[in-house]
Structure formats: C-alpha cells, structure tokens
C-alpha cells in the first residue's frame, strides 16, 4: 500500500464513518480540534485499518499522533514493516 | 439597608456552606471511612454504605443550605425516579451543586468525577471511598466501568457537556462519551433538567461573588425512555451510531430545557 492509496483509504473512513466534513481533511488537521474526533474514535479509526491491513496496529504507535499525516505516517509504518 | 444585610447575610452563609461541604468531606475521611472499613469488610457492601451515606449527607446538607438562605430548591416530578435503577441520569450543567443536588435525590448513584478531585485535600478521601469513575481513565475502560455500574443496577449521573454548562447558552457542545455507554449497555435513560436562575456557581467564579438576589434552582426529572427509541436508524457503525445517539440526546436535553423556560416565563 503506497501512502497515496492509505491517504485515500483515510479520507473515505474519516467521511463514512465519522462525518467528517471533506473540505475539513488536510494534511495538517488535528485529529481532535479540527475532525472532531474523540479517543474512542481514534480506537475505531486503527482498528478500521487493522482489518484493512490485516497486521495488528500497536495503540502506543498512536499515542503521538495528532494531525492526519501523522495517521498516515504511523499507518505507512507498519505496513511497510 | 435591608438589602445590605441580606447581601452580607447571603455572603456569611454561601460561605459557611463552601466551608461545610469541605470539612464534612474531610470529617468522613478522616474518622467515618476508616471505621467504615474496619466493620465492613465486603467489598460491594461497602459501597453501598457508603454510597447510600453519601446520599443522605448531600440530602441533609441540601437542607442545611435551604434553610440558612443560600439558594431554593424545587424538585419537579421526582416520583419519575422510584423503583429506577441501572439507568443513565443525563443532565445539564448549570452549577456546581447539580451533582450534590442529584444524588441528593437517589440512592445508589454514580457519577464520573474528574481525577483532580481524587487529590482534592478535602474531598479526596470521599471520592476514593465511594469508588467513583475516574475521568481520566483510559477511554475504552472508562465505558466499560460505566457499563458495569449500571449493570450492578446502580444509576449513573451523567453531564454529557463533559464541564459546566458556559453561561449564557442553553447546552454546551456534548462530548460523545454517554452516547458510548448507552450504546454498548442497554440501559434506560432518564434526562433530567437542572435550572440555576444566576450564574455564580458556573466554572471560574470564585465562592464569594454571591447573586443580587437568593439562589433558585429547578430540577425536572423526565420519565424514564429506553435508549433505543431515540434513534430510529442503527448503523453497524459504532462511530456513526454514537454520532447519531449524541445528537438524539442533546436534541431532547434542548427540548426539554427551553419547553422549561417556556412554561417559566408564562
């Protein structure tokens, strides 16, 4: 998966799933100022890609992040391990 | 003049009960926890006593204040409350008395606190006695503690503001954290409507700008619903069905706060 393909994967999840406004997600939005979304959410959010991935995502690996890149960035990781 | 002394009066008095409140938390750390423990040695026995202790102190407390002049209140359909347990009590945010007020009104009733309170020198001993879920927890827990609560029956009071209502509007923005527990228990919902007529207890006013005039407040229960008919549509989302539930909730928390307002001004 390039991080174009999980940039993509991200937007449709954070539209779908959590009603984010499109016009809203850019690379340096915050998770929680900007998208509105709350802890649990963020749990959602990686358990989303772990089944798209099929590789277990560790929920420490995403204590620090913040804004969107920092998701595609940390989801990248692990699927290029 | 008169008014002068009532404003004094109001002020010795509101500040009594700030003082009270405190040194009755502290009088309970100090001697009445311990000896607690000492005697009962079950764990959920103990929670109740305490519990059922901490509801009856907050009742005597509220009439203590009552009587001395700090503030009225009025109960509006507390009957809705009897025989409710595992329920999730929603409320406004007006002040810092609506949780003493609310569990002065029912028994086993449980409430997320922030973890401040925990190393509160006052309160400290109170919260860490009564078991109270802490805020702070790691959010998956979090709700999974509140779901056990109610599924041991007992109630759970909850402010889905997240903090104090900001003066002047009629509900803050919710936080999505009740609409997580209702949706992963089946729990019944009660809202509850909790009117201050001045903003002096709201967050950041410090205890002794007291109002021009005596405290008043309004609690109004609502009958008791099942969650489930609140929101018509269920995803197998549970991001969305939060979302949806979220806005079901403030929709009738708003409803009910400005039918309130409205039969209050007629």
Known sequence: MTRDEIAIKLREFLVELFEVDEQLITPDAKLADDLDLDSIDAVDLIVNFQDLIGKKIKAEDFKSVQTVSDVIDQIYNVVSK | MLRKLDWFWRLLVTGFAFSLFGLGGLFMTIFYFPILKIIIRDKDRKANVVQATIHRSFGYYLSIIEFIGVCDITVENKEYLKGVKGTVIIANHPSLLDT??????????????????????????????????????????LI???????????????????????????????????????????????????????????????????????????????????????????????????????????????????GEEVVQRN
């Open chain 2, 100 to 141: 003493v007020i609310l569990m002065g009104q029912m028994n086993r009733a449980q409430c997320i606190v922030k973890h401040e309170l925990w190393n509160n020198f006052f309160l400290g001993g109170v919260m860490r006695a009564a078991n109270y879920i802490r805020n702070d927890e790691d959010p998956e827990k």
């Open chain 2, 144 to 258: 999974r503690d509140c779901v056990n609560v109610l599924e041991r029956g007992d109630n759970l009071i909850v402010f889905p503001e997240g903090t104090r209502t900001p003066p002047g509007s009629v509900l803050g923005k919710l936080q999505r954290g009740v609409a997580n527990i209702i949706v992963s228990s089946t729990a019944p919902i009660l809202p509850v409507t909790i009117h201050c007529n001045h903003r002096t207890l709201a967050k950041g006013e410090p205890w002794y700008r007291i109002p021009p005039t005596r405290l008043a407040f309004t609690i109004r229960f609502s009958k008791q619903c099942e969650s489930v008919d609140l929101v018509t549509e269920k995803t197998e989302h549970h991001s969305l069905n939060t979302r949806r539930m979220t806005a079901a909730i403030k929709h009738l928390l708003e409803t009910n706060i400005l």
